[in-house]
């Protein structure tokens, strides 16, 4: 097998194996390009996105130490009698902490109020919008599962596979030396514009 | 040209023309997914905010200028013009945020003192990354941001066609179909095996 071989070849596999992803990338960066629209579709239903599901009695205080708040969290969601596996907990004020538990399909905050030691659990409403997004956004390597944060080696390959595509492109590119006068054409009018984006917004 | 040279060749030269924008998103995710590496590289705390300059402003604004009015007429005046927040501080002080990629500012201007206080976010390697990444544009009423989402919505589109072009291009080849299948159907059953079970 020749490199020029071995390199179409790769291009071609590697898209195929990560397609899924490449694809909910893109479909799922319209909602987050065109917020505004899909919020004011939402706010049309007139659904609270949030729904109490309880209320708990909860007498513990929130420790100083950012680095301790996860394990906080997670004993408040012991208190709810939430499992999770995918949970992030976060100092609102100095009297009140969010834990949120999420997965592909399903968002739930817990909020507890220190100074009327209450911990609240709410769900929140199943929105398409936000399942795309969520996808999108989702990895870091913070949750204990390794499953879970086997998905964000999913993301890494992603990126390095975008890189692949990019050199693997130039490579085919470049072997094509008819599609070279109007390939550097569109490479130069796209670096250009990329420039000027970034030292004008 | 046939329908098949077309779409191998729109596929070609909207990769080569989007290749920045896809880049910069590979990298800026990469960023992202790894944020804990650079908080710890940097502590704990946001980037901060640090004085760069100060001056009186003697600028007159219109009888009831709106604060969207008085930050644009700032802006301007400091040749700083472009996508910003703005709103007042309980002191009546205006605060503009401007949403520079590269060094986003504060400007504080205060009624009473006409005093402006110009301020520019520390640099941060990955913060820089994050701002391009999630940069949108068309709210801000400014034409190059306009543009911007613009072209991030030929990069979306994109995505979609190379996406769809490559499955057509996948299956023009007889001798990849087998090898293809199989990394196809792999990707699609890991794909589905996240979104059921995480």
């Known amino acids: 097998m020749t490199f020029t071989h071995f390199n179409r070849r790769l291009h071609l596999y590697l898209g195929l194996a990560l397609l899924p992803w490449l694809f909910m990338y893109g479909i799922s960066s319209i909602p987050f390009a065109h917020n505004q629209y899909f919020e004011r579709r939402d706010a049309a239903k007139r659904l609270p996105l949030w729904t109490l599901r309880s209320t708990h009695t909860v007498d513990a205080a929130i420790p100083d130490d950012p680095h301790q708040l996860r394990a906080f969290g997670a004993s408040l969601l012991r208190e709810a009698g939430i499992t999770a596996d995918t949970y992030g907990a976060y100092r609102q004020t100095p009297t009140q902490v969010n834990v949120y538990v999420y997965s592909f399909r399903n968002s739930t905050q817990l909020k507890y109020f220190a100074d009327q030691k209450r911990l609240t659990v709410e769900d929140r409403r199943f929105r398409w919008d936000q399942f795309l997004t969520g996808?999108?956004?989702?990895?870091?390597?913070?949750?204990?599962?390794?499953f879970v944060r086997s998905w964000s080696v999913i993301v890494d390959l992603v990126c390095l596979a975008?890189?692949?595509?990019i050199a693997s492109g130039l490579y085919m590119?470049?072997?094509?030396?008819?599609?070279?006068?109007?390939?550097?054409?569109?490479?130069?009018?796209g670096v250009i514009s990329f420039v000027i984006f970034t030292l004008g917004l | 040209m046939s329908p098949s040279l077309l779409i191998r060749r729109t596929h070609m030269y909207l990769a080569l023309f989007l290749f920045p924008w896809l880049l910069m998103y590979a990298l800026s995710?990469?960023?992202?997914?790894?944020?804990?590496?650079?908080?710890?590289?940097?502590?704990?705390?946001?980037?901060q905010f640090q004085p760069e300059r100060e001056l009186t402003y003697d600028g007159v604004f219109p009888e009831g200028a709106e604060l969207r009015t008085i930050s644009g007429?700032?802006?301007?005046?400091?040749?700083?013009?472009?996508?910003?927040?703005?709103?007042?501080?309980k002191d009546g002080a205006i605060v503009i945020t401007?949403?520079?990629?590269?060094?986003p500012r504060r400007i504080t201007f205060t009624p009473a003192t006409r005093g402006l206080v110009i301020e520019k976010l520390s640099h941060r390697t990955n913060a820089v990354f994050e701002r391009f990444h999630r940069r949108r544009g068309y709210a801000t009423g400014y034409t190059l941001d306009t543009i911007w989402a613009v072209t991030v919505d030929v990069?979306?589109?994109?995505?979609?066609?190379?996406?769809?072009?490559?499955?057509?291009?996948?299956?023009?080849?007889?001798?990849?179909?087998?090898?293809?299948?199989?990394?196809?159907?792999?990707?699609?059953?890991?794909?589905?095996?996240?979104?059921?079970?995480i």
């Not at chain 2, 066609?161 to 996948?170: A, E, K, P, Q, R």
Request: aromatic fraction near 12%.
């Open chain 1, 135 to 146: 996808m999108h956004g989702r990895g870091g390597f913070e949750q204990e599962s390794l």
């Open chain 1, 162 to 165: 975008i890189v692949l595509w």
């Open chain 1, 173 to 189: 590119w470049w072997g094509l030396p008819g599609s070279r006068r109007l390939g550097w054409l569109a490479i130069g009018a």
């Open chain 2, 29 to 47: 995710t990469a960023v992202m997914n790894h944020r804990a590496l650079f908080v710890d590289a940097a502590g704990n705390g946001a980037p």
């Open chain 2, 73 to 89: 007429q700032i802006l301007a005046s400091l040749d700083l013009d472009g996508a910003h927040g703005v709103n007042r501080r």
């Open chain 2, 98 to 103: 401007r949403n520079d990629l590269l060094t």
């Open chain 2, 155 to 197: 990069a979306i589109g994109g995505m979609m066609f190379w996406v769809l072009s490559g499955l057509w291009m996948w299956w023009e080849m007889k001798v990849t179909r087998p090898l293809g299948a199989l990394a196809f159907a792999g990707g699609v059953g890991l794909f589905a095996l996240f979104i059921a079970t």
